[in-house]
């Protein structure tokens, strides 16, 4: 085969990527790895109506899940497009930090990953929809108003909740008690509203933490963007004292739980992951100011949050 036939081949390839090359872009662009954050809230939200009632529809279950992810993949995916004069500017990305980078590395064009982010609420809406019209559960309507909005005004304008300081709160909402709420009223058809919204709080404070911990990679191109995150606005030394607070609360109200027998003794098996919480705390308090330092915190803390509700949903199907 001669040189020529060679560059001619390799430009092929550069011009138009395999099916399989395009697959791992899509999965990077939506950031996949992370729909732990929507699959956490939802899977112990069917757990506990198990507990309560034993019922269980799989099909449902799966509409739940696909639904949830949609909106989380088209979440993503929208703030890449909203977030990226910021992002352009940020040196300290990493794969916890600065978005997918698509836009970036121009393997996708803003245009591709507006139409993308689109077609994923689309699908999350109409899967919504789907469920109302087999459940008649017309609450889920609200619930998923509020999950889209969130999603979208987390850095679209004119809200930009993230650009505000507010990105901590949207999080703990549609990553706790909205996910947890809303799959356990499409298995009942009902909510036993203290019950869901006092297990929604544990995951959604260390998911919240997550959010909070990746800010800290971002500060600089954050301030230079004006973007008002909360590590912006209360420093990294105060915001150290902030993710062990949050970290620590989420084991404050799971033991609240077991205590006052709201939740079942199996429920503290999610106290396994206290060493990794352990060790995630400690590297943040020793790496703080550092960028590449700081990474294996950030793997750490989102293991917590994944084992901890894998091992709240097990509690409650035991229980």
């Not at 836009?103 to 609420?121: E, G, H």
């Not at 919204?197 to 959010?211: D, E, R, T, W």
């Not at 915001?239 to 006052?260: D, M, N, R, T, W």
Request: charged share 10%; hydrophobic share 55%.
């Amino acid at each position: 085969m001669s040189d020529l036939t060679v560059n001619i081949e390799s430009e092929k390839r550069i011009i138009a990527p395999s099916f399989t090359d395009r697959i791992l872009i899509w999965f990077r662009a939506i950031r996949a790895p992370f729909f732990t954050a929507s699959f956490v809230p939802l899977v112990v939200g069917m757990a506990i109506a198990w507990y309560e009632t034993r019922i269980f529809d799989p099909f449902l279950g799966f509409l739940t899940l696909l639904s949830g992810i949609s909106i989380h993949a088209g979440t993503n995916l929208i703030n890449d497009y909203f977030d990226q004069p910021t992002d352009d500017i940020n040196q300290n990305f990493s794969p916890f930090n600065g978005g997918s980078r698509m836009i970036q590395n121009d393997v996708l064009s803003p245009r591709q990953i507006l139409i993308a982010s689109i077609s994923c609420y689309l699908t999350g809406i109409v899967t919504a929809l789907v469920i109302i019209i087999n459940t008649g559960g017309f609450l889920l309507v609200f619930f998923l108003g509020i999950a889209v909005l969130l999603g979208l005004f987390y850095t679209a304008l004119p809200v930009q909740l993230s650009y505000h300081g507010l990105g901590e709160i949207a999080v703990f909402v549609g990553f706790g008690p909205l996910g947890v709420l809303s799959a356990y009223f499409i298995q009942l058809g009902y909510i036993n509203w203290g019950l869901c919204l006092l297990a929604s709080v544990p995951i959604a404070f260390l998911i919240a933490m997550v959010l909070f911990l990746n800010e800290f990679q971002d500060l600089e191109a954050d301030e230079e963007a004006g973007k008002k995150t909360l590590v912006v606005v209360v420093g990294k030394n105060q915001a150290v004292k902030i993710y062990i607070i949050g970290i620590l609360l989420a084991y404050v109200f799971l033991l609240v739980g077991v205590i006052s027998s709201i939740f079942p003794v199996f429920m503290l098996l999610p106290l396994i992951t206290i060493p990794l919480a352990t060790k995630a705390i400690l590297t943040v308090i020793k790496h703080y100011e550092k960028i590449e330092e700081l990474q294996p915190a950030n793997v750490i803390t989102i293991l917590t949050h994944f084992t901890f509700g894998i091992m709240m949903a097990l509690a409650f199907v035991l229980g």
